[in-house]
């Protein structure tokens, strides 16, 4: 079986790239069982300062890949332990003691989208593109974004993202505050990596600290709404309309 995330140590920085370009790194259990792991042995690895999280091929994730549907829905116990897990990787990545960037090129959507704006920095490539299906199938967003992106970016902006569902470019992304920068997408890995080591240089007790006051202060209700989205999400996908809906995509 091919791996679907590759992990690879350069000295203070770790990479993790989704790897299933055929699928366009979509997510299936392989790949979300792969990246907990990964996302697990850089935080026990006390050389990792920094984790980058990119995608191989031609896009950084599609989201939730709807041809495991069947087997995610396959009963109440299967779609709460695959919406579990899916919200495993927000808190590994928001609780980590590293700083976790999201090189994002291609196509971000859904779930993965959900775990860029985990990221403490977001890094989009110009050709990026970027939206959240959820509500048009009848589903519910996760990764605490009801909460996150509703405190980044105001209620109303975060309303239009999420039942709107429409498609953006990479400069709305920047108007809204879910990209930090845009680079061509040749220079997207150079930059991460640039941005990587200066971080990397800086204390590490320092810059844990920060980033958990930062996102403890901030997003003081993300238990709480993480915890709603759990249960909204476990609803959508075991109703027969989202389940319909998504076949037919």
């Known amino acids: 079986m091919t791996t679907a995330v590759i992990s690879s140590d350069d000295g203070a920085l770790t990479w993790i790239r989704l790897n299933r370009p055929e699928r366009l790194n979509a997510?299936?259990?392989?790949?979300?069982?792969?990246?907990?792991?990964?996302?697990?042995?850089?935080?026990?690895?006390?050389?990792?300062?920094v984790i980058i999280l990119h995608g191989e091929g031609r896009a950084f994730c599609s989201g939730d890949d709807l041809k495991d549907l069947d087997?995610?829905?396959?009963?109440?116990?299967?779609?709460?332990?695959?919406?579990?897990?899916?919200q495993d990787i927000t808190l590994r990545i928001m609780q980590s003691s590293k700083i976790v960037i999201a090189a994002v090129h291609g196509w971000c959507v859904g779930?993965?989208?959900?775990?860029a704006v985990n990221c403490d920095f977001r890094l989009f490539?110009?050709?990026?593109?970027?939206?959240?299906?959820?509500?048009?199938?009848?589903?519910?967003?996760?990764?605490?974004?009801?909460?996150?992106?509703?405190?980044?970016?105001?209620?109303?902006i975060a309303k239009e993202l999420m039942i709107l569902g429409e498609r953006h470019d990479a400069a709305k992304a920047v108007e809204v505050g879910i990209a930090w920068k845009l680079f061509p997408e040749a220079a997207l890995l150079d930059e991460a990596r640039k941005l990587a080591l200066v971080i990397a240089e800086r204390p590490a007790s320092a810059v844990s600290d920060i980033k958990h006051a930062i996102?403890?202060?901030?997003?003081?209700?993300?238990?709480?709404?993480?915890?709603?989205?759990?249960?909204?999400?476990?609803?959508?996908?075991?109703?027969?309309?989202?389940?319909?809906r998504a076949k037919q995509f």
Do not use: C
């Not at 392989?30 to 300062?49: G, H, I, K, P």
């Not at 490539?125 to 589903?139: H, I, K, M, T």
């Not at 997003?219 to 319909?244: I, N, P, Y």
């Open 71 to 86: 087997a995610q829905t396959a009963s109440d116990g299967a779609t709460q332990a695959w919406v579990d897990a899916i």
């Open 215 to 244: 996102n403890e202060g901030f997003h003081s209700s993300l238990a709480d709404a993480m915890a709603l989205e759990t249960r909204a999400t476990v609803r959508g996908f075991l109703s027969a309309e989202a389940q319909a």
């Open 125 to 156: 490539a110009e050709n990026a593109r970027w939206f959240f299906p959820e509500v048009s199938y009848g589903l519910f967003v996760t990764g605490g974004v009801t909460a996150l992106l509703t405190k980044q970016v105001g209620p109303q």
């Open 27 to 49: 997510m299936n259990r392989q790949l979300v069982d792969e990246l907990a792991e990964a996302l697990a042995r850089a935080e026990a690895n006390e050389a990792t300062r």
């Open 111 to 115: 779930g993965a989208l959900e775990w």
